[in-house]
Nanobody
Framework: QVQLVESGGGLVQAGGSLRLSCVAS????????MSWYRQAPGKQRELVAH???????NYADSVKGRFTISRDNAKNTVYLQMNSLSPEDTAVYYC????????WGKGTLVTVSS
C-alpha cells in the first residue's frame, strides 16, 4: 500500500511561483511512475505532468515551459515546480501513482490571484 501526502500549496499572485511536494510511503517509490493532477472548481480532474521511474517527464500542453516535475528517490518525494502562474492554474493539485491500484493524495490547494 502507498500513502501520498502533498504539501506546498497556497495563495500566490499571478506571475509568481510555488513548489509542490508529495511524499510517498513504502519502499517501491523508485520503481513507480508519479503524476500530478489538478482539479479546478467545476471542472474535471486533469493530468498536469508525470515522471517515469527513470526520471523522464511529460507535461500537459497547458503547463509546458512553466512547470517542472522532478523526483528524489532517496527521499521518496516528487516535486512540481510551478512558475509564471496564472489564475487559470487555480486548482486543487493531487499526487497520484498506480501500483496494482490507483493511489491518490488528499490534494493541496493552489490559488492564483490576478
Amino acid at each position: 500500500q502507498v500513502q501520498l501526502v502533498e504539501s506546498g500549496g497556497g495563495l500566490v499572485q499571478a506571475g509568481g511561483s510555488l513548489r509542490l511536494s508529495c511524499v510517498a510511503s513504502g519502499n517501491i517509490f523508485s520503481a513507480i511512475v508519479m503524476s500530478w493532477y489538478r482539479q479546478a472548481p467545476g471542472k474535471q480532474r486533469e493530468l498536469v505532468a508525470h515522471i517515469t521511474s527513470g526520471g523522464i517527464p511529460n507535461y500537459a500542453d497547458s503547463v509546458k515551459g512553466r512547470f517542472t516535475i522532478s523526483r528524489d528517490n532517496a527521499k521518496n518525494t516528487v516535486y512540481l515546480q510551478m512558475n509564471s502562474l496564472s489564475p487559470e492554474d487555480t486548482a486543487v493539485y493531487y499526487c497520484h501513482t498506480w501500483y496494482r491500484v490507483d493511489y491518490w493524495g488528499k490534494g493541496t490547494l493552489v490559488t492564483v490571484s490576478s
